[in-house]
């Protein structure tokens, strides 16, 4: 198992899914909103309407974890629970593609990830 990096990873980004679903609960956060949003950063893939490069960089925008660890870092910082709860369910969406297999993209083409090529 520890020479399948492959495996590795996806292991690895289900640990950070569980990790980001019990900080969730343990702010009490609504299990509605977690529901209603979870799959929400997947509308950064609406760029690839415009082209492949376009698509890339605004799916990479939305799936990259600085991005919802900053939205949770200000919304701690400012008191702000729903921003702590966006940051965390967003963060969680990014482990749960990535243990999937869905990575970032590369300007060529969708299927085309950091983590695999998709069939």
Do not use: C
């Amino acid at each position: 198992m520890l020479i399948r990096p492959a495996l590795l990873l996806r292991i690895e980004e289900a640990a950070l899914l569980a990790a980001a679903i019990a900080v969730y609960a343990h702010f009490h956060f609504s299990w509605v909103l977690f529901g209603a949003l979870f799959l929400a950063p997947d509308l950064f893939m609406l760029g690839y309407l415009g082209n492949p490069r376009m698509g890339a960089a605004i799916y990479n925008l939305g799936h990259f974890l600085p991005v919802p660890m900053s939205v949770f870092a200000a919304g701690y910082f400012a008191h702000r629970p729903l921003a702590k709860a966006i940051g965390i369910l967003w963060a969680a969406h990014i482990a749960f593609d990535r243990m999937l297999g869905y990575g970032l993209k590369y300007p060529a083409r969708f299927n085309d990830t950091h983590l695999q090529h998709i069939a």
